[in-house]
């Protein structure tokens, strides 16, 4: 059974940064893509990026390119999403996700809060 389980969410301050680790379990973490979404209030699911098994290819959504980077520790089976340069429109609940996925249809986890204010 896929288990996801996001932790590292905050309140912080507009430009500041946050981390982002997932950790996973239940199938063969090295093998498979994985990505982030995200959820802010009142809206629907965006996707933010996505990574190979290995590592070696990243994409992200043009709203978070040159601010957000997604990695990977497949020793660990730990996702990661370092967040820098926040703005309040990045408030949202993250969540990530199995697989090259945009939210929908895929195993998530139960999410993290990230809160962006003065």
């Known amino acids: 059974k896929v288990q996801l389980v996001e932790s590292g969410g905050g309140l912080v301050q507009p430009g500041g940064s946050l981390r982002l680790p997932c950790a996973a379990s239940?199938?063969?973490?090295?093998?498979?893509?994985m990505s982030w979404v995200r959820q802010a209030p009142g809206k629907g699911v965006e996707w933010v990026s996505a990574?190979?098994?290995?590592?070696?290819?990243?994409v992200y959504a043009d709203s978070v390119k040159g601010r957000f980077t997604i990695s990977r520790d497949n020793a660990k089976n730990t996702l990661y999403l370092q967040l820098d340069s926040l703005k309040t429109e990045d408030t949202a609940v993250y969540y990530c996700?199995?697989?090259?996925?945009?939210?929908?249809?895929?195993?998530r986890g139960q999410g993290t809060q990230v809160t962006v204010s003065s």
């Open positions: 996700a199995h697989g090259y996925c945009n939210g929908a249809g895929c195993d």
């Open positions: 239940g199938f063969p973490f090295s093998r498979d893509f």
């Open positions: 990574i190979s098994g290995g590592g070696g290819t990243t």
